[in-house]
């Protein structure tokens, strides 16, 4: 053998070295040590198409991070690999769907279709692909969707939280400005990896006020998942997910540490990762799954009734509301008529996406998609709204984030009602009161108008008001408004004509005895 083959022996060698420990480092889940090696194999031999396949199995599917994964996978696909692997195709369609491009994904898909489903080891992707191709339709769909008069501002929480891990279910304590949520992150050296490669979930905080974010309770034993889900409003509550089952717990009881099953008629299921109870503690729905998903078992949403003392048997909360696919996370609005929650069924985008619906007549009305920004191409999921309904929080592994399921915080955005105060001849009037009285929900607020008699109110949508105009020398101006339509910016001015301070007084009298008559019409 001469020298460039010697070489040649010695490179093959110490690249096949390199991916075997990169493979140990993934199966190990030290995913930044096996990206280092996999990108050392790639130093030595350009094109190799393990360490290529290696780094987007990592970015695509394990931190989820869709631009650095779409890098290697045109890397693999420019290759000149004999070995040419068409799942990479099935990869691309992934990887472009996730970052909201659904017309570029359905090509690769089809192209995969055509060149890969045809071979005997990948036909078991064929369900899966037809429902991403089908997805990508609606997702294209869903993007074009504005919910009543609603709009919602959505952001990231960034770094404070948010890491190239998964975080989620957030689950906000208001009164302490607290914000619980989970992760699976290594906490400990002796933690154990568990069935699924991943470590075991426990719950974390974050402080809004001074901005710390840490592990909520580090005493609590990493023997099983031991999750936060929710909050009941009645007794402040705070429900754990536990050996697949719903339980509560409370702050005061060793942080979260000490829990305590719910009523048996509540838990008689294989699987049940979700809950919320309503305002007055009378009604439960949660998520729940009958059997194993390998045995056909699908999650859907239940209710059960409180009469008394006694729960009644949980029962499918309505066929409106479950669909053929997965369907969880299930939040209640304060009043208890509307009910939100994420589903994988009624023409989502692809993955989780959000619904809500409308309690009419005892009846639950037809899921509607919350559309775009709210709902992405990956999963949405976990969402709860504030006490006041203004704000919330969710989870989300949709691009551009950080890693992973990450925490959002959303805003409803409220319409403006604006105006002008004027006078008879048309001219600004400042200084003027301006009350607007909410003629739906009560209660009024005021203000000043300005040097150019502009005034403007934030107020919430599908709401009827009146306005009134008081000034100083001035008869009062009144006028009508709602937000009923879909316009962000409502107008409504106020005219109000000067008092022109004169005062008639007359004396009516009696003709022939000259005394003052009262009452006179």
């Known amino acids: 053998m001469g020298i460039n083959g010697g070489s040649q022996l010695y490179a093959q060698k110490s690249i096949n070295n390199v991916l075997n420990d990169a493979k140990k480092k993934r199966s190990r889940l030290d995913y930044p040590q096996a ?9 030595i031999e350009l094109e190799n198409a393990k360490a290529l396949e290696g780094l987007v199995e990592i970015y695509l599917y394990q931190y989820e991070l869709y631009d650095s994964a779409e890098v290697y996978i045109k890397k693999r696909i420019a290759s000149t690999a004999a070995e040419t692997n068409e799942l990479i195709y099935y990869d691309y369609g992934n990887c472009l769907r ?14 995969f279709k055509k060149n890969g489903l045809n071979k005997n080891k990948h036909a078991y992707l064929y369900e899966d692909v037809n429902f991403y191709i089908e997805s990508c339709r609606y997702a294209f769909k869903n993007k074009a969707i504005v919910n009543d008069n609603n709009t919602f501002s959505v952001e990231n929480m960034e770094f404070f939280i948010n890491s190239v891990d998964s975080e989620y ?31 075991y979930e426990n719950i974390y905080y974050f402080d809004l006020v001074e901005s710390v974010a840490s592990s909520y309770n580090p005493g609590i034993k990493q023997d099983n998942h031991h999750a936060v889900i929710g909050r009941r409003r009645d007794n402040n509550d705070i429900l754990i997910f536990y050996k697949n089952k719903i339980w509560k717990s409370s702050i005061d009881q060793d942080r979260l540490n000490e829990i305590d099953p719910l009523p048996e008629i509540l838990g008689d299921f294989y699987f049940q990762p979700h809950g919320v109870y309503s305002a007055d503690g009378k009604t439960f729905i949660f998520s729940a799954m009958e059997r194993p998903k390998v045995e056909g078992g699908d999650l859907n949403i239940y209710v059960s009734r409180l009469n008394d003392t006694t729960w009644s048997e949980p029962e499918f909360l309505s066929p ?120 739906t929900s009560g209660g009024e607020v005021y203000e000043s108008s300005d040097e150019n008699g502009k005034f403007e109110f934030q107020v919430d949508a ?16 009144t006028n009508t ?41």
């Open 98 to 111: 996730l970052q909201e491009h659904p017309i570029k994904a359905i090509e690769q898909y089809q192209y």
């Open 320 to 439: 409106i509301i479950n669909s053929e696919k997965d369907d969880d996370s299930p939040f209640l609005s304060a009043d208890g008529n509307t009910l939100y929650f994420s589903s994988k069924g009624h023409n989502s985008s692809g993955g989780y996406d959000f619904y809500k619906s409308e309690l009419v007549n005892g009846e639950w009305t037809y899921p509607e998609n919350l559309g775009y920004p709210m709902n992405s191409a990956g999963d949405d999921i976990y969402l709860s709204f504030t006490e006041d309904g203004k704000k919330g929080f969710f989870s989300s592994n949709r691009t551009g984030g950080y890693g992973g399921m990450d925490i959002y915080t959303f805003a409803v955005d409220q319409k403006t009602v604006a105006g002008v105060t004027y006078d008879k001849k048309g001219d600004p009037l400042p200084d003027v009161i301006v009350t607007l009285i909410n003629l």
């Open 481 to 521: 408004v709602n937000t009923l339509q879909i316009d962000k910016l409502v107008t409504a001015d106020l005219m109000l004509e000067k008092d022109p301070g004169i005062s008639l007084l007359a004396l009516v009298t009696d003709k022939k005895s000259g005394e003052a008559l009262d009452s006179v019409k």
């Open 169 to 199: 279910t957030p689950v906000f304590i208001e009164e302490d400005s607290l914000l619980l949520y989970n992760a699976r992150y290594k906490d400990f050296e002796s933690e154990e990896i568990t069935t699924d490669n991943k470590y």
């Open 462 to 477: 599908d709401q009827e008001f009146s306005l009134l105009g008081e000034k100083t020398d001035y008869f009062d101006g």
């Open 35 to 43: 990206i280092k090696l996999f990108q050392e194999a790639l130093e």
